[in-house]
Nanobody
Framework: QVQLVESGGGLVQAGGSLRLSCAAS????????MGWFRQAPGKAREFVAG????????YYTDSVKGRFTISRDNAKNTVYLQMNSLKPEDTAVYYC???????????????WGQGTQVTVSS
């Protein structure tokens, strides 16, 4: 079992930055792929970024490439999402998730946090 708790969301102006954190409990964090998803009102959940267990590989959806950075600290059981140059269309609830399989497969993520709201004003 893995329990995930996100933090760091909030209200920011367009062009600003936020860093989301996700603290994980359980002994399997260092062997788990981790990802960030988001869901805007009335839209489907979107896979934003993923990172392999040893941080060697990352994935980003096209709309956030060059602006968002996913990272992890296995010693702290924490995964981060640094979000720069934020746009109003980044507004969504952001969820942290863990996978026992490959970091680029959205359907493989089976442990979820409760989500944190990110609102970007224009």
């Amino acid at each position: 079992q893995v329990q995930l708790v996100e933090s760091g969301g909030g209200l920011v102006q367009a062009g600003g930055s936020l860093r989301l954190s996700c603290a994980a409990s359980g002994s399997t964090f260092s062997s788990s792929a981790m990802g960030w998803f988001r869901q805007a009102p009335g839209k489907a959940r979107e896979f934003v970024a993923g990172i392999s267990p040893g941080s060697l590989s990352t994935y980003y959806t096209d709309s956030v490439k060059g602006r968002f950075t996913i990272s992890r600290d296995n010693a702290k059981n924490t995964v981060y999402l640094q979000m720069n140059s934020l746009k109003p269309e980044d507004t969504a609830v952001y969820y942290c998730a863990a996978s026992n399989y490959y970091y680029t497969i959205p359907t493989s993520y089976n442990y979820w946090g409760q989500g944190t709201q990110v609102t970007v004003s224009s």
